[in-house]
Every structure is written in structure tokens, then in C-alpha cells.
């Protein structure tokens, strides 16, 4: 079992909607990130968190430590949007970062 | 601007050859990385650096080497005895983000290929 699990997968949407991608981990951590990849590969970090909620424009994050449980929801979704979202785990045993698996969104006009 | 920046962007390793991938990074970042990426899988950690001339394997080290004589650089060579080096390579430096905590940065990538 991954150490980082990311729900769902894969994901299309029509503009506009209201998306959520899930993140749950199985170990201790003292950050939770949120990347966003787009296609060509280029990575960019979208919020880091240790606890509560953070937002940023449309995007919205949120980190329940006690369940390991993270969100990532983007309000009025736009197709440039489309890309893959990462969730990744900052270990406190190990000092690494620990990837999910991404989750592709494509949200079509 | 401040950044990372990886070279070259797509990458053909002949058979039994060894290639190197460059990271450049001006953020002032002691902490390095380097990541593998393989289509479903998440990035798998190669090798990183704390500091200046001081490296680690990661996950999956075996036919990969690093040096880090400077710290904008982090060089990485794919050798010969790596039997499957195709995948998308991501170079990481991490420092403090804006609002505290250590952030990791990105760059664009090295797409490596086998002919």
C-alpha cells in the first residue's frame, strides 16, 4: 500500500464545476504539499500546509492531521486548469518528501 | 528571476553510453534533489544534497551518479548500468517558503530517452 494515496485518479469536469481532489497518508508528517504539473512536465508548488486551510485565488487547501486527511478544491473550474495534481508528504523520519501518484483533471470549456 | 533550471530538455542515451543532466539553481538553496518520474508512478527520490560536496541515495540510486562541488549545481549522470533509464527527470531545491516552513521548487525537467 502507497504511502500517499490520492483520490481520484483521473477526473473531467465542465467548466465552471467545483472540483475536489482527496489526499490520505499512513504516515507522520510535518507538511503536506500541493503540486500542479502540467503537460511538458514543469512542476509548480501550489500550497504547503501543517494544519488548517489555505487559499489562494480559486484554489483551496485543506489538512485534517488527525484523520491525514488533505483536500485540494477549486472553485468555478476553467480548462487551463487541466493538468496533474500531486499531493506529496513531508516525512518527519525520513526528511523526504513522499509523492501520491497525481491526480489528471481535465475540465473541458 | 530566481529559479531552477534544468538542460537539456529531451535527452537520447544510446546503448551503454552515459549521460549527464544538468540542475542550475540561483535560489541560494543548500538542499538539492533529484527525482525520477515514471508514467502512474509518483516521483521516486535518486539522490539529494544537504550541502556543498555532501550527497545521499534516495529510493533508487543504482546506476545513477551526482557530484556537488558548487551549490548552484547538481549534476546527474545516468550510466551504463542503468537498465531503464527512460523516464522524466525532475531536479528539486528546497529553501523557506513565503510563509515559513521548507518549500520545494521545481524545475522543468529532462526528458531522457533510450535509442
Known amino acids: 500500500k502507497n504511502e500517499v494515496e490520492q483520490s481520484p485518479q483521473n477526473l473531467t469536469a465542465q467548466e465552471g464545476e467545483f472540483i475536489t481532489i482527496n489526499c490520505s497518508y499512513s504516515?507522520?508528517?510535518?507538511?503536506l504539499h500541493w503540486l500542479q504539473q502540467h503537460p511538458g512536465g514543469g512542476i509548480v508548488s501550489l500550497f504547503m500546509?501543517?494544519?488548517g486551510k489555505k487559499k489562494h485565488g480559486r484554489l483551496i487547501a485543506t489538512i485534517n492531521i488527525q484523520e491525514k486527511h488533505s483536500s485540494l478544491h477549486i472553485t468555478a473550474s476553467h480548462p487551463r486548469d487541466s493538468a496533474v495534481y500531486i499531493c506529496?508528504?513531508?516525512?518527519?523520519?525520513?526528511?523526504?518528501?513522499?509523492f501520491g501518484t497525481g491526480t489528471r483533471l481535465q475540465v473541458f470549456p | 528571476d530566481g529559479g531552477i533550471t534544468q538542460s537539456p530538455k529531451y535527452l537520447f542515451r544510446k546503448e551503454g553510453q552515459n549521460v549527464t543532466l544538468s540542475c542550475e539553481q540561483n535560489?541560494?538553496?543548500?538542499?538539492m534533489y533529484w527525482y525520477r518520474q515514471d508514467p502512474g508512478q509518483g516521483l521516486r527520490l535518486i539522490y539529494y544534497?544537504?550541502?556543498?560536496?555532501?550527497?545521499q541515495k534516495g529510493d533508487i540510486a543504482e546506476g545513477y551518479s551526482v557530484s556537488r562541488e558548487k551549490k548552484e549545481s547538481f549534476p546527474l549522470t545516468v550510466t551504463s548500468a542503468q537498465k531503464n533509464p527512460t523516464a522524466f527527470y525532475l531536479c528539486?531545491?528546497?529553501?523557506?517558503?513565503?510563509?515559513?516552513?521548507?518549500?520545494?521548487?521545481f524545475g522543468a525537467g529532462t526528458r531522457l530517452s533510450v535509442l
Open positions: 544534497s544537504q550541502i556543498v560536496n555532501d550527497f
Open positions: 528539486a531545491s528546497s529553501g523557506p517558503g513565503v510563509q515559513g516552513g521548507n518549500i520545494q521548487y
Open positions: 500546509l501543517s494544519s
Open positions: 506529496a508528504v513531508f516525512s518527519y523520519n525520513t526528511d523526504k518528501l513522499i
Open positions: 535560489l541560494n538553496h543548500d538542499a
Open positions: 504516515v507522520g508528517i510535518s507538511a
